[in-house]
């Protein structure tokens, strides 16, 4: 924590930003006074305040420009002041009022999401303690893949500035981050503000060196260092930094200290585990007194700072008055904002053209993405080895690097966080991303982007920053995959709100879901059987079909009938319904070859949206059912459906909703009488529906 006294050298400050960065310090002073003097009403949500930061965030945001793109952390409020957001604003988040100008009263203080003309955009931010970097690097990323195809803006470049406590530069995620900075000599400031605190452990015991230290690992990362205390020092140095970006020579990171003069949050204040030496320490360093000094050895008077002064504590103390009796939400517009709405409502083009050749799964895959790359050239796609020659390692980008050139589909390192993650961040400049993870068995470490940022932008945002990410996954056993290389993980997806996941069973439907997901704005996962790519396993022919032309697309939560029963058998109380998805679909379809007529087969497609009106219809129409998977059973999305029909469509059953999936185990066993005794088959799934029907 840098205790230095202020610079006393004239400066090419403008006297109007002085008085104006003065002014603003005052009004964070007097804020984080007023929740102090008001806990009863403002530590109602948990807060935190900028009390020490205020010089370095103040000369970092009076220096953007409505062009450029920014992600703060929860500790920036006199960024957002700096930028030009009212006391009053930030206030009606603090009480999460209605009318709060980030989430209508959805997020936390400080977690802003702004969309507005004349000012920086800030897309959805969350909680971050680093989980913020990826998404912020990926903006930038998708700033340059846009320059670099004629998509951006010609005239003044776009910066992105990331801020971050120096604590959160532990996390693996930020290196992640800054591999693909550098790696890609992207347009981003990565502003390390260091106070020397976590929450109550010190840097000493969170870390082995600060952020410009570590930062000497990144090869192509200029390192900068500013004096988070004084004013002048970071605004110089903040301007050297974005002249530098913003010239597109590569990306920076400015390590400003600063001191700790408020609580962590309201909730863990200062005093339960700070000691007085310590406190006092960093009131040295207050950048206040500094830089009222400052200005005072720069021909201000007295006069003119105690004038900003009061107009600064006036206007903080109007605002919460103001701010008190704003209105509160209104709880029946809970639902709003899951999901932006899709433009995808409805079946179209040819399914089955004339003259059309049948194709397999993986190929359908490869044809749409082609066709998307081809009419969208704000698309890209990226991932582990989908780039150069090879195509991915299924062959399911085979040519498209050579055909659309490396600037839109290529290779990414071996990170799964900053493929997911970085989607949010391309979204929000206007890229348009297709990513990829190699297999579903390693989509783990990218679930915090995917948890934290993709499925709540859209709602923590109040509908401004609905996120169009289309993750495709590699899924499902398929003949000796092992433990690490067969995982199905639909159920664990299916617990995350915000985020479609489909799951298409043959070679038309995976052709029209993949064009609906891209063109749907919400992130989309589609889990893509790897045993049916090619149809080569046993059983798995019908995956194989005529491929559909160009135009064809299927709106997502539309199940499909993929066998009907025989009405006779129906009318005599002989038919039931398998409910099912990927190889589930060519189980059943054997299985029931025993069972001429009897057995109808829901292909779901979608797993969220789920038809629920299809699947109910078709339970109650037959009176049994059989929900089937490849997963583990216990606390699977099958089971959960079953007793979900057994609840919604009691009246109309003859026998309760069965569910039937793979053994309850860890992994699938590498060798293939292990896998053969873990998952469901046909013969299997043929004595389910034999003791259904004999119900």
Request: proline share 5%; aromatic share 8%.
């Amino acid at each position: 924590m840098s205790v230095k006294t202020a610079k006393k050298t004239k400066t090419n400050i403008s006297n109007e930003i002085l008085e104006k960065a003065y002014r603003l310090m005052h009004t964070a002073k007097r804020m984080a006074e007023i929740y102090d003097e008001n806990k009863a009403i403002a530590s109602k949500y948990v807060h935190s305040t900028s009390r020490g930061h205020e010089a370095i965030q103040l000369a970092a945001s009076m220096q953007l420009k409505p062009i450029d793109f920014l992600a703060p952390y929860y500790r920036d409020e006199s960024i957002l002041l700096g930028i030009g957001m009212e006391p009053y604003e930030l206030m009606l988040q603090l009480m999460a009022k209605k009318d709060d100008p980030f989430s209508g009263g959805r997020s936390y203080y400080n977690h802003p999401s702004l969309k507005r003309e004349g000012m920086p955009t800030i897309p959805h931010q969350s909680s971050a303690t680093g989980m913020q970097v990826i998404p912020a690097t990926g903006m930038a990323h998708g700033l340059k893949f846009k320059e670099e195809h004629g998509l951006g803006n010609e005239d003044e470049k776009p910066v992105v500035v990331c801020s971050l406590g120096d604590g959160s530069v532990t996390e693996g995620e930020v290196a992640e981050a800054l591999q693909m900075a550098v790696l890609k000599n992207l347009p981003i400031i990565y502003l390390v503000q260091d106070n020397d605190w976590g929450i109550s452990a010190t840097g000493k015991e969170m870390r082995a060196m600060d952020a410009y230290e570590y930062a000497a690992g990144f090869k192509g990362l200029k390192r900068m260092q500013a004096n988070g205390t004084d004013f002048a020092d970071s605004y110089t140095k903040m301007s050297e930094a974005i002249k530098h970006v913003r010239n597109r020579k590569g990306p920076v990171l400015l390590h400003a200290n600063c001191p700790l003069l408020g609580h962590h949050t309201s909730g863990v204040r200062k005093e339960w585990y700070r000691g007085e030496d310590d406190l006092e320490l960093h009131a040295l360093g207050d950048p206040i007194p500094k830089f009222h000094q400052y200005l005072l050895n720069n021909n201000f008077s007295e006069k003119e700072l105690n004038k900003l002064e009061k107009q600064a504590i006036k206007n903080a103390n109007e605002a919460y008055e103001k701010a008190l009796d704003a209105e509160d939400v209104d709880p029946s517009e809970v639902s709003l904002h899951e999901f932006a709405e899709t433009p995808i409502t409805e079946e179209k083009g040819q399914r089955k053209p004339k003259g059309a050749e049948k194709s397999v799964m993986v190929d359908a895959a490869l044809h749409a993405v082609d066709d998307i790359l081809q009419n969208n050239p704000e698309a890209l796609f990226y991932g582990q080895d989908v780039g150069g020659t090879l195509g991915g390692v299924f062959r399911e980008a085979a040519n498209l690097a050579k055909k659309y050139g490396d600037g839109r589909v290529f290779n990414t390192p071996i990170q799964e966080a900053y493929i997911i993650g970085s989607t949010a961040g391309m979204s929000a400049v206007g890229a348009k991303p297709i990513v990829e993870i190699q297999f579903a068995d390693y989509i783990w470490p990218g679930m915090n982007q995917l948890v934290e940022e993709l499925s709540k932008s859209c709602y923590l945002s109040n509908g401004k920053f609905p996120i169009q990410s289309l993750i495709r996954v590699p899924i499902g056993a398929y003949s000796g995959g092992g433990p690490y290389h067969s995982g199905s993980i639909e159920s664990t997806l299916l617990t995350i709100r915000g985020i479609k996941v489909v799951y298409p069973s043959n070679a038309a439907d995976m052709k029209g879901l993949m064009k609906s997901a891209f063109y749907d704005p919400n992130p989309v996962i589609m889990l893509e059987h790897k045993g049916l790519y090619w149809s080569k396993v046993p059983g798995t022919d019908g995956a194989k079909n005529h491929e559909p032309d160009e135009d064809y697309i299927i709106p997502l939560g539309k199940a499909r009938i993929e066998q009907e029963a025989n009405q006779n058998k129906i009318d005599n109380g002989e038919s039931m319904t398998i409910i099912t998805y990927g190889m589930g679909i060519y189980w059943a379809k054997a299985a029931s070859e025993k069972y001429k007529g009897q057995v109808e087969i829901v292909d779901l497609r979608t797993l969220n949206p789920l038809d629920w009106e299809t699947v109910k219809s078709s339970v109650e129409k037959h009176g049994r059912a059989l929900v089937l998977t490849e997963e583990p059973l216990m606390n699977s999305f099958a089971e959960s459906l079953a007793g979900r029909l057994n609840q919604h469509c009691f009246e109309y059953l003859d026998a309760p909703v069965k569910s039937y999936g793979a053994l309850n185990l860890p992994a699938i066993g590498l060798n293939v009488e292990w896998e053969k005794a873990m998952l469901p088959s046909a013969e299997k799934v043929e004595k389910e529906i034999g003791d259904l029907l004999h119900y």
